[in-house]
């Protein structure tokens, strides 16, 4: 069993910053990569950040700059720090971890963001 636990959701104004955190836990013998994704309201869920075992990192275009993605490997442990946050940037972000030399993959239940004044 597998869980994936995200955190640090919530409401933030426009220029404010946010830190996401999503724990994995249960049966892996290897985390091969760990990603943030995101789904706005009538919209598709999209690829935020991603994060190899390698330490490759891709992110959104609409992001570059302004997120960062992180990993704790002792804590299995993810982060996405986000700063200059915009109102479209308001979506359910979810974590996403490919495990055991890439057979299975987890999503989290999702945490809300919402940038508004």
């Known amino acids: 069993q597998v869980q994936v636990v995200e955190s640090g959701g919530g409401l933030v104004q426009p220029g404010g910053s946010l830190r996401l955190s999503c724990v994995v836990s249960g049966s892996i013998f290897s985390i091969n990569a760990m990603g943030w994704y995101r789904q706005a309201p009538g919209k598709q869920r999209e690829l935020v950040a991603r994060l190899t075992s390698g330490g490759s990192t891709n992110y959104a275009d609409s992001v570059k700059g302004r997120f960062t993605i992180s990993r704790d490997n002792a804590k299995n442990t993810v982060y996405l720090q986000m700063n200059s946050l915009k109102p479209e940037d308001t979506a359910v972000y979810y974590c996403?971890?490919?495990?055991?030399?890439?057979?299975?993959?987890?999503w989290g239940q999702g945490t809300q963001v919402t940038v508004s004044s």
């Open positions: 996403n971890v490919v495990v055991n030399f890439g057979t299975r993959d987890y």
